[in-house]
């Protein structure tokens, strides 16, 4: 089992900034890729960023040029930082990581969610 722990959520007004972490712990074993995303009630949860282990990051295009996503899979922790914020960011935040386990189980872990909201 992987456990993920996510922190830095919380409110901002537009235009400003948060940064998210998310340290993996447990029978950690191989970190194929971290990430994050979000979702908001009624809608589908929906990719933010990804960062693979090879260094690799990959944003939806409502944050590109916004969103920066940082960390060391090696180190097994991840990064969101989040600028110029809008009211549409506004969301539950999961933190993700694509994991193979020693007997070759792929399997998408996350995290418990860290609610942020952009309003003024």
């Known amino acids: 089992q992987v456990q993920l722990v996510e922190s830095g959520g919380g409110l901002v007004q537009p235009g400003g900034s948060l940064k998210l972490s998310c340290v993996a712990s447990?029978?950690?074993?191989?970190?194929?890729?971290m990430g994050w995303y979000r979702q908001v009630p009624g809608e589908e949860r929906e990719m933010v960023a990804t960062l693979a282990s090879r260094g690799g990051t990959d944003y939806a295009d409502s944050v590109k040029g916004r969103f920066t996503i940082s960390g060391d899979t090696a180190k097994n922790t991840v990064y969101l930082q989040m600028d110029s914020l809008k009211p549409e960011d506004t969301a539950v935040y999961y933190c993700?990581?694509?994991?193979?386990?020693?007997?070759?189980?792929?399997?998408?872990?996350w995290g418990q969610g860290t609610q942020v909201t952009v309003s003024s």
């Open positions: 993700n990581a694509d994991h193979t386990s020693y007997y070759q189980t792929r399997w998408d872990y």
């Open positions: 447990g029978s950690i074993y191989i970190i194929n890729s």
